[in-house]
């Protein structure tokens, strides 16, 4: 199925024991894009993710990765695909480049070794066993592990999980740069910023369940309701959401993100802004700034679940 | 061909595919017997522990009474091989396998190209690529204790056939120790084991010195093999009935490790 999209995951249902993981979710992932699946700790993503990944079997709904199915056509999925676990995924008294080296020669047509482990910056640790390695360099590794096949899609968990920002970003240049080769990258992130930089498309998933889905722009553009982020000098008085929400009135919803910001979405007209102040005033409550419109995927995901991302 | 023609091609532009079968159970089999030789407690059992038993059995015989049929270092050699083949299709492979399965390697080898048949050959092939290097270093050191096997045709059959069947019974065993229970666990499980089974399994010692259970402890894996270990290389014949013990503990072990191994 040349035409079938990279990942088709139609109504797929998760249950470990009585708590259910994954709850009825579909998403879509087009090919030659990088897809992001958001979502706290806990959210159903990695199980997700490992379904396709052929590791588990849909208790209900289908899975489709490039067309096949995961458990079934394992064998001929498997040489297509490239996996990044979240952690471990190498025998303690491994070297770095050694271990590459073997999961390369698992492959037909791999990936230049040396290139691979420059890009990385694995060449400084190729003798060290993996014990020995850091966090950071055992999460490159396991990249290169993922990408050293050549493989039509990628599916990264947690990618920069415990990586410094330079490598950061560095992971983030490479993850384009496979983009642009015509390879499909799916990855799960709590980072925002990166899902933000990086994604052609988000899926936003909490309780298992799919609660947005769109480009970054689509999702942080409010459409007709406004945002407005409020940011002051002191921490809010307690129960501060519930009293601005009673003087701002019906068609409007208030958030608080942390101690010092909040989210209003609501008409935004100089009376919404008008009523704002008044009640920083009559709470002795000082702003240092009201922005309008200025949303980002953190406050997207907060609006849809009522809760923070960050872990 | 033609898409990579069609999609200028950069760094990273697919070309998926498997390697040959074989290519990726000689890779596995090489990585995995590099593994077991470089981990220093491993090889302690694997080699230092046979050859000790093999010299103190043979200096400590002359002292003690245990009215053997033929020197003592032919009579103990075969037993110190098969000590040696219990210890790394037994012994060590629970406890590598234990460990991979804690480090999530076999999650990870499992959505490598490598299938799981594959995955089994690569470390079949490593036990015995071991077992080949234990058998070397310990014929060496009994020759050099005056070892003079005389095993002839049928017998240099029959040491390959029991090393085979006894191979792939404790292998079966060791797999369903270490798909069963946690990595720490596997190791103090298959360490026990080994100890108990060089005890009082009939490897080392022939199954005559057993008195009353000389019956039983031929049934036992480690009977099996140390006596048709004893029979090829001392009497120059085939032990069918150890090959036929050792094969029902082999589809006894893969029969159970099949329904309990658990690959994370």
């Known amino acids: ?68 199915d995961p458990v079934r056509q394992r064998r001929e999925l498997l040489p297509r695909i490239g996996v990044m676990l979240q ?12 271990m590459l080296r073997h999961v390369a020669r ?138 601005l929400r009673r003087v701002l009135g019906d068609g409007t919803s208030v958030s608080q993100v942390d101690d010092l910001s909040m989210l209003v979405s609501g008409p935004a007209d100089g009376t919404t802004l008008a009523k704002i102040s008044a009640w920083c005033a009559e709470h002795d409550v000082l702003p240092e700034s009201l922005n309008l419109g200025a949303r980002n995927l953190e406050d997207v995901f907060l609006q849809l679940t009522g809760r923070e991302l960050a872990p | 061909m033609t898409s990579s023609q069609t999609r200028p091609a950069g760094t990273f532009s697919p070309r998926p595919g498997a390697a040959p079968f074989g290519r990726m159970v000689l890779a596995q089999a ?42 003592a270092v032919d009579v103990f050699t075969p037993g110190v091989l098969a000590l040696a083949v219990m210890s790394t299709s037994f012994t060590a492979l629970a406890i590598a396998t234990g460990f991979e399965r804690r480090y999530g390697v076999i999650k990870r080898l499992g959505t ?25 270093v310990i014929s060496a050191v009994a020759l050099g204790l005056g070892w003079s096997p005389e095993p002839g045709v049928a017998g240099v059959v029959g040491v390959l056939l029991i090393i085979a069947a006894g191979t792939a019974a404790f292998a079966s065993l060791g797999l369903l120790v270490a798909g069963a229970l946690r990595a720490e666990a596997t190791l103090a499980a298959a360490n026990l084991i080994y100890l108990l089974l060089m005890a009082c399994g009939a490897v080392v010692l022939p199954a005559t010195a057993y008195g009353g259970f000389e019956g039983l402890v031929q049934w036992l894996p480690s009977g099996a093999l140390g006596e048709g270990m004893r029979d090829a290389l001392i009497d120059g014949t085939i032990a069918w009935p150890a090959i036929a013990v050792l094969l029902i503990w082999t589809v006894l072990g893969a029969a159970l490790s099949a329904r309990t191994f658990k690959w994370e």
């Open chain 1, 1 to 68: 199925m040349p035409d079938a999209p990279a990942v088709a995951v139609d109504g797929l249902v998760m249950r470990y024991g009585d708590k259910v993981a994954v709850d009825d979710l579909s998403l879509t992932v087009e090919r030659h894009t990088i897809t992001a699946v958001l979502g706290p700790n806990g959210a159903g993503k990695t199980t997700t993710l490992e379904t396709c990944e052929g590791y588990r079997k849909p208790q209900a709904g289908t899975v489709r990765v490039l067309g096949l």
């Open chain 1, 87 to 98: 952690s471990g995924g190498a025998w303690s008294g491994v070297r770095a480049s050694e």
């Open chain 1, 106 to 243: 698992l492959h037909a047509h791999p990936l230049d070794l040396d290139l691979l482990s420059e890009r990385l910056g694995l060449e400084e640790c190729g003798r060290t066993p993996y014990r020995r390695l850091s966090g950071g360099q055992q999460q490159r590794l396991g990249l290169a592990m993922a990408l050293v096949g050549r493989p039509e899609v990628v599916f990264v968990d947690e990618p920069t999980a415990g990586v410094d920002p330079q490598m950061r970003r560095t992971i983030w240049e490479l993850l384009a740069e496979l983009r642009r080769d015509g390879v499909t990258v799916v990855l799960t992130t709590h980072y925002m910023e990166e899902a933000e930089r990086l994604a052609d498309h988000v899926h936003i998933v909490d309780h298992g369940r799919l609660v947005a889905s769109g480009t970054p722009l689509e999702l942080t553009r409010g459409g007709s309701v406004a945002t407005i982020r409020l940011v002051v000098t002191r921490p809010f008085p307690p129960g501060a959401p519930d009293s």
């Open chain 2, 30 to 71: 090489g990585m995995e017997a590099r593994l077991m030789l470089r981990n220093g407690e491993q090889l302690l059992l694997a080699v230092v522990v046979p050859v000790v038993v093999l010299v103190a059995a043979v200096t400590g015989s002359d002292r003690v009474d245990l009215d053997l049929d033929h020197p």
């Open chain 2, 112 to 136: 490598s190209p490598l299938p799981r048949s594959g995955l089994l050959a690569g470390k079949v092939l490593a036990l015995l690529l071991v077992q080949l290097l234990q058998l070397v």
